[in-house]
Every structure is written in structure tokens, then in C-alpha cells.
T-cell receptor
Framework: DTAVSQTPKYLVTQMGNDKSIKCEQN?????MYWYKQDSKKFLKIMFS???????INETVPNRFSPKSPDKAHLNLHINSLELGDSAVYFC??????????FGEGSRLTVL | DAKTTQPTSMDCAEGRAANLPCNHS???????VYWYRQIHSQGPQYIIH???NNETNEMASLIITEDRKSSTLILPHATLRDTAVYYC?????????????FGTGTRLTIIP
């Protein structure tokens, strides 16, 4: 079983659309994250949730809205997509001892 | 979190030990050193972490200098599958309010 799974893996959409990326972890961790990796390969944290509660919001535009229905899921909804939103989005969960486990990424392309 | 400095790229022959250096001269006493790697198009993968003592696991060894201002990740017998970008990160354990900040890393290429 995949520890951290994201869907979809690939997403191609038009500017102005709204889309969601889902993430699930079966590791029993309390803390989950969303990271964005742009075309220059920089990995930047966007959000973290601990047991369904928002902990970190790294000055991400409010078009991005994370939702955590339970501690095993952290979904990312993006409204009014822009060209600059094109990137690979990684979900991760955190073990108590500190290690992060990442999903395989969701590549979003905005046309 | 303390800033880290890593070489942009390195090559290593297959079967040899790959030694990846990291400088973190402004590290504070409660900051851990973490290493992750990212193989092309995949999610980052945790390798190892430590505070003061040297650490070893099934993937690698981590050597931290006594003054903690630098560290070296050692892959003892590099294989082609170890070709990846390796990130050295230092961070404080701050449960529930912490973030892992990735730098530019070292692009390690294993040469057949």
C-alpha cells in the first residue's frame, strides 16, 4: 500500500478554472503538508495541518484553500487558476520523530 | 531555521562511496540536521537525520563535526539509482509549528 497517495498525478486545465488535488496517508500521522515545486525546482511549503487544524500558512494566495476532513486526508482546492500555478504539488505527512514522507506529486499545468 | 550551503553538483563512480558535504555554520544547539533526496520526478525521500552524534542506517551514514557547523552524508557504495538531488536541511523540533525549508541541494550523478 502506498503510504502517501495523491490524486490526480497529472492535471491539465484552463486558466480561470477551479480544481482540487486529494491526498491521503495511511501512516497514522497527525501532521500533513502541502509543498509546491516550481519549474526552477524550488520546493516551498504552502500549508501544514495538525490533526485537522491549520498550523502553517505560508502567505499563499487565498485562491488556495486546504481542507482536512480527517487527519488522514489533506486536500488542496485551487480557485481561478492562473498560469503561475503550474507546478508539481507534493503532499507529505510527518512521523512523530520528525521525518516527512512525501507523495509522488501532482503535476498541474494551467493553459 | 539555519541556512545551509551545499555544492551545486557532484559526480561519483558507481561502487564508490559518495560523500556529500553540507555547511551549516549558524546552526543552533537545538537544530537537527536532516538529509532528503529527490530522484527525478519523484517525491522527496527521507534519508537520515541527527543532532550531535554520527548516525547510520540502511541507506547512509551522517557524520556531524564536533562544532556542528558542517556535516557529511555518506552513501557507502553508490549505485546508479542514487543519482538524485540531495538536500541538507537544519531545523528545530517545534511540534505542530515547524516547516522543512528546502534549499537548492546537490545534484549527485553516479557514473557507470
Amino acid at each position: 500500500d502506498t503510504a502517501v497517495s495523491q490524486t490526480p498525478k497529472y492535471l491539465v486545465t484552463q486558466m480561470g478554472n477551479d480544481k482540487s488535488i486529494k491526498c491521503e496517508q495511511n501512516l497514522g500521522h497527525d501532521t500533513m503538508y502541502w509543498y509546491k515545486q516550481d519549474s526552477k525546482k524550488f520546493l516551498k511549503i504552502m500549508f501544514s495541518y495538525n490533526n485537522k487544524e491549520l498550523i502553517i500558512n505560508e502567505t499563499v494566495p487565498n485562491r488556495f484553500s486546504p481542507k482536512s476532513p480527517d487527519k488522514a486526508h489533506l486536500n488542496l482546492h485551487i480557485n481561478s487558476l492562473e498560469l503561475g500555478d503550474s507546478a508539481v504539488y507534493f503532499c507529505a505527512s510527518r512521523r512523530e520523530s520528525g521525518e516527512l514522507f512525501f507523495g509522488e506529486g501532482s503535476r498541474l499545468t494551467v493553459l | 531555521d539555519a541556512k545551509t550551503t551545499q555544492p551545486t553538483s557532484m559526480d561519483c563512480a558507481e561502487g564508490r562511496a559518495a560523500n556529500l558535504p553540507c555547511n551549516h555554520s549558524t546552526i543552533s544547539g537545538n537544530e537537527y540536521v536532516y538529509w532528503y533526496r529527490q530522484i527525478h520526478s519523484q517525491g522527496p525521500q527521507y534519508i537520515i537525520h541527527g543532532l550531535k552524534n554520527n548516525e547510520t542506517n540502511e541507506m547512509a551514514s551522517l557524520i556531524i563535526t564536533e562544532d556542528r557547523k558542517s556535516s557529511t552524508l555518506i552513501l557507502p557504495h553508490a549505485t546508479l539509482r542514487d543519482t538524485a538531488v540531495y538536500y541538507c536541511i537544519v531545523r528545530v523540533e517545534d511540534f505542530g509549528n515547524e516547516k522543512l525549508t528546502f534549499g537548492t541541494g546537490t545534484r549527485l550523478t553516479i557514473i557507470p
